[in-house]
């Protein structure tokens, strides 16, 4: 069961190695991806008993401290979100990512969204507001049976693929992460992102370890190996040369 509690935040607009800023407007994660790496670090850092998946804290003074804490930045671009996604379903109640979204817009500080979750459709009139903005979807696999074992909650692959398409087409920047590499076809992923995004990113599973158990039970060991990993990678590299697709490999 979800253990769902207000809490006040201290600083919501952090440094980031990846981006210049990160905003997580809530601790925790609904989605709850079998291989996701917040979980490994975040439980004991927020405090929680709880297992990854069944708790999220609510940062409810989100937008009111990233007000005050934007009139004292340097502009840089903000990463929404890190450690948990910004549209997990309580944001549907919530509304603190769309809230923060307005605040970023009034200061035109960049953004750049990352989510599973179709409910970033709701927020299309605010990314036109932005001068700079990238909104991306993290599909792991063409596969729908497999995508649901690893991301239980996330948006299925098709209404991941069709919200990309709809922010593309309104003249959105849009990418999509490919990662971590989760057995599938690369050859037809690519195709159905073909058209839909600016620039598709490429990340093998880091953190094996974590869920090593979780392959074996499902049988794949083969899909946890550095040859599967070289080889779909490979695959998919060349699919995207074909269609003269932009990529970036990150391993
Ligand atoms: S959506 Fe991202 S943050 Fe949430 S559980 Fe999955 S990998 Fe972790």
């Not at 850092?45 to 009111?64: C, I, L, M, Q, T």
């Not at 309104?170 to 050859?187: D, H, Q, R």
């Amino acid at each position: 069961m979800l253990k769902v509690k207000e809490v006040r935040a201290k600083s919501i607009l952090n440094k980031s190695k990846i981006f210049d800023y990160c905003l997580n407007p809530y601790t925790g994660c609904q989605i709850n991806c079998t291989y996701c790496y917040a979980r490994l670090f975040m439980r004991r850092y927020s405090g929680h008993s709880e297992a990854w998946g069944e708790f999220v804290d609510v940062k409810v003074n989100a937008p009111e401290l990233l007000k005050n804490q934007l009139a004292k930045a340097k502009k840089g671009t903000v990463w929404i979100s890190s450690v948990c996604d910004p549209y997990q379903p309580l944001e549907a109640q919530y509304a603190l990512t769309r809230c923060c979204l307005k605040e970023l817009v009034k200061r035109q500080f960049p953004a750049n969204i990352q989510t599973k979750s179709k409910l970033v459709l709701r927020d299309l009139d605010l990314f036109q507001e932005f001068e700079t903005v990238e909104v991306g979807f993290t599909i792991t696999t063409d596969d729908e049976q497999v995508a649901r074992l690893f991301e239980p909650r996330a948006a299925s692959v098709e209404e991941r693929l069709r919200a990309l398409e709809t922010i593309h087409s309104s003249g959105i920047k849009t990418f999509a992460f490919v990662g971590p590499l989760l057995p599938g076809n690369p050859e037809r992923l690519i195709e159905h992102l073909e058209e839909k995004v600016d620039m598709v990113f490429i990340d093998k599973m880091n953190y094996l370890y974590s869920v090593k158990g979780f392959y074996h039970q499902l049988g794949l060991e083969r899909q946890m190996t550095d040859r599967f990993f070289r080889e779909y990678k490979e695959r998919l590299t060349c699919e995207l040369k074909k269609r003269k697709m932009k990529f970036e490999v990150l391993f």
